[in-house]
């Protein structure tokens, strides 16, 4: 999977079909998908053939929506959002789109305790801003500091009460978050409109 060898995966899963559901020994107990994501394992590496990989896989009977014991447990959609690799090697948008296609749930691509279980939240924590406004598009769940991210100013309104204050329900973490992914992204606007609330 990580050197992106598709004849020897093709033939390894004919071989021993149970390999699909089989999990790594290492304390991530990651499937073979997981390792698709290239985040918290041992070799994290995406090949320019992984989106091939991922379709073998899938095809093959993977699991989808796997949780790997990394980050709380996270599934393989929440792994590929999250990390730099499927990023700088231009994929990232069309391995999403493919687990997306495949069936993968936005709801439980992170843990619930780790940034407060959204995965815009987790992408823009780890960097990966494009990731995050690619799954806003396509349903992802999008909280106060998750517009605060995105530069969303139309989705922050919905947060605030016309006094000015903060909704019931929005927590402290929330707006420190909210500030600090504004500025992490330069969405000035969003900076103002929260000092100003």
Known sequence: VID???????????????????????????????????????????????INIATIL???????????DLYGG?????????????ELAGVQEELLTLLLQRGAR???????DY??????????ANGRPK??????ARGAHVDLSGAAGLGRLDLMASFFGDD?????GVTAGELEDALRWASDYGHTAVIERLLGH
């Open 164 to 168: 000015g204050r903060p909704k019931p």
């Open 131 to 136: 990731a995050a406004a690619f799954l806003a």
């Open 4 to 50: 992106g060898d598709e004849v020897t995966l093709q033939r390894l899963l004919r071989e021993d079909p149970e390999l699909i559901r089989a999990r790594s020994m290492r304390a991530h107990h990651a499937t073979l998908l997981n390792y698709v994501g290239a985040n918290g394992v041992e070799r994290q590496e995406t090949p320019a053939s992984i």
């Open 58 to 68: 899938l095809d093959a009977g993977a699991e989808i929506d796997a949780v790997a």
């Open 74 to 86: 996270t599934t393989t959609l929440g792994l590929a959002a999250t990390s730099v690799y499927p």
């Open 115 to 124: 940034t407060r279980g959204h995965v815009v939240n987790a992408c823009l």
């Open 106 to 112: 936005l709801d439980i691509a992170v843990a619930k």
